[in-house]
């Protein structure tokens, strides 16, 4: 199953996390908030995909592969 771009592009992240510069920021801590944000929209993707296939049980790692590897290919790799 496949989303199309423009269903990734609606993807909108509400991470509860304190505002903080990018100065603010070691390069771990760079690197954890993006492996956060990362996580919490394959999280959103994944979700979208099991629900276009009626939440049907069974498929869960497979929607979780899938929107990783749209995630990947539509450059949506989080970096500076």
């Not at 991470?15 to 919490?40: G, K, N, Y």
């Not at 995909?49 to 995630?71: K, T, V, Y």
Request: charged share 25%; proline share 6%; hydrophobic share 45%.
């Amino acid at each position: 199953m496949s989303m199309s771009p423009a269903l990734l592009d609606t993807i909108d992240i509400d991470i509860d996390a304190p505002e903080m510069s990018p100065q603010d920021l070691t390069p771990a801590a760079e690197c954890a908030s993006a492996a956060t944000e990362r996580h919490a929209r394959i999280a959103q993707a994944a979700f979208l995909i099991a629900q276009a296939r009626g939440f049907e049980p069974g498929s869960e790692l497979d929607d979780w592969l899938e929107a990783e590897r749209q995630m990947d290919q539509a450059g949506t790799v989080l970096s500076d």
